[in-house]
C-alpha cells in the first residue's frame, strides 16, 4: 500500500469554524490531490499539487483554499465551514507525468453541524 | 468536457458467478487512461484494473477482466467467480494521458453478492 495518511480521521465541527485536513505521503510523490466525495456524485476534484508551493483548482473548489510547503504534506483548509462541506475527503498521490495511477488515502469523514 | 456514466447504482450477483459492470464515457482525446476502483465498507479506495487507450488487448487482473471497445467509448468491468469480498462500491475512472490533474470519476456501481 502505498504510504498515505489522513488526519483527522473523523472530525465534527460547528458552521463558520476553520478547520484543516492534513494528508501525509513517504512516498515522495511530486503530486497531491484532494477530492470530496458525496453520495450520487462519485468523487470530484477540490485542489492539486504539482509541487511544493504549486497549486490549482480543481472542480470544486470554491470555499476551500491548500498549502504545500514540504513535498510530503498537504493542507486543505476550509475557512468558514458550511454545512454543504459535510462530505468523506480523500487525498491521492501521483509520481507525475506519464505515471497514470493515482493512490488514495483512507479518507477523513467531516461534518459540518 | 469529459465525462463517465455507469447507468447501473446498484447490481446483485450469486455468489462463485460472472457479473459485467458497465461504463460509458466521453472524451476528444485519443490517448487517455481508464481505470476500475473498488470501494468496500472500509472506504479505502482501491485500484483493480487499468487500460491503456492505446492497447488493443483487454486488461485482466485474475478474475477481473475489462472489454474495453475504443470506438463505443464503452468500458465495462466483468468479475469472475465472484467472492464475498467483491462486495463494494465500483468506480469507472478516466484520466486524459499527458494532463496530470484530475482522474474523473463516474457516480458508482454498488456490487451486493448473493450467498
Known amino acids: 500500500d502505498a504510504g498515505i495518511t489522513q488526519s483527522p480521521r473523523h472530525k465534527v465541527t460547528e458552521t463558520g469554524t476553520p478547520v484543516t485536513l492534513r494528508c501525509h505521503q513517504t512516498?515522495?510523490?511530486?503530486?497531491m490531490y484532494w477530492y470530496r466525495q458525496d453520495p450520487g456524485h462519485g468523487l470530484r476534484l477540490i485542489h492539486y499539487?504539482?509541487?511544493?508551493?504549486?497549486?490549482d483548482k480543481g472542480e470544486v473548489s470554491d470555499g476551500y483554499s491548500v498549502s504545500r510547503s514540504k513535498t510530503e504534506d498537504f493542507l486543505l483548509t476550509l475557512e468558514s465551514a458550511t454545512s454543504s462541506q459535510t462530505s468523506v475527503y480523500f487525498c491521492a498521490i501521483s509520481e507525475g507525468p506519464g505515471r497514470s495511477e493515482q493512490y488514495f488515502g483512507p479518507g477523513t469523514r467531516l461534518t459540518v453541524t | 468536457a469529459q465525462t463517465v456514466t455507469q447507468s447501473q447504482p446498484e447490481m446483485s450477483v450469486q455468489e462463485a458467478e460472472t457479473v459485467t459492470l458497465s461504463c460509458t464515457y466521453d472524451t476528444s482525446e485519443s490517448d487517455y487512461y481508464l481505470f476500475w476502483y473498488k470501494q468496500p465498507p472500509s472506504r479505502q479506495m482501491i485500484l483493480v484494473i487499468r487500460?491503456?487507450?492505446?492497447?488493443?488487448q483487454n486488461a485482466t487482473e485474475n478474475r477481473f477482466s475489462v472489454n474495453f471497445q475504443k470506438a463505443a467509448k464503452s468500458f465495462s468491468l466483468k468479475i469472475s467467480d465472484s467472492q464475498l469480498g467483491d462486495a463494494a462500491m465500483y468506480f469507472c475512472a478516466y484520466r486524459a494521458m499527458n494532463r496530470d490533474d484530475k482522474i474523473i470519476f463516474g457516480k458508482g456501481t454498488r456490487l451486493h453478492i448473493l450467498p
Open positions: 499539487s504539482y509541487g511544493v508551493k504549486d497549486t
Open positions: 512516498e515522495n510523490h511530486r503530486y
Open positions: 487500460q491503456e487507450a492505446y492497447k488493443q
